[in-house]
């Protein structure tokens, strides 16, 4: 159990540091006035409310075996994160995946140049996500082409929670 003592210095040690983050980050801003006297505007700070943090956001697909090969997979990405071009695929052996990364506003395109992706489970991993430490889910949604075809296949979605 916390002894009175105990809990007098957490509290005393917690009102510290809520200072102490308070003070460093006060700015102070001058003005001039015509008459070259200066003015002052005191105690004014600013709150970090968006902090952002790199995550890696990893998500696994299944290629049925009955399916046509892939030819690509297209990613649409939420507007709350900023995804780089660091974005590798895996195959169910450990391999990468030679792809090639083209980007459409908002849409990531992977387009498999060997053409022979089917009966597999890929691992995407998207490497360095620029991400907020709160608010909503992130939400991907997938899509896909198959070899011969221009039309988009919905594959599903993938949902990452921030933190």
């Known amino acids: 159990m916390y002894t009175s003592e105990m809990k007098t210095r957490v509290s005393y040690t917690g009102a510290l540091l809520i200072s102490l983050v308070i003070l460093a980050n006060v700015n102070y801003a001058f003005a001039k006035t015509d008459d070259n006297q200066s003015s002052t505007i005191d105690n004014q700070f600013q709150l970090f409310t968006n902090s952002w943090r790199l995550v890696k956001h990893s998500f696994q697909l299944h290629i049925p075996k009955n399916d046509k090969p892939l030819s690509q ?3 649409e990405t939420p ?5 780089s071009s660091d974005i590798e695929v895996i195959d ?3 391999q990468k995946v030679d792809i090639n990364i083209s980007t459409n506003g908002k849409q990531i395109i992977i387009d498999f140049p060997d053409k022979v992706i089917q009966n597999t489970k890929l691992l995407v991993n998207l490497n360095r996500v620029q991400q907020p430490t709160s608010g909503a889910a992130s ?3 997938l899509s896909a082409k198959v070899v011969g075809s221009d039309t988009e296949i919905p594959m599903g979605v993938a949902t990452f929670k921030t933190f």
């Not at 507007?79 to 995804?83: D, E, F, N, W, Y």
């Open 139 to 141: 939400v991907y949604k």
């Open 79 to 83: 507007s709350t994160v900023a995804v």
């Open 73 to 75: 997979l297209i990613i």
């Open 92 to 94: 169910t052996t450990g």
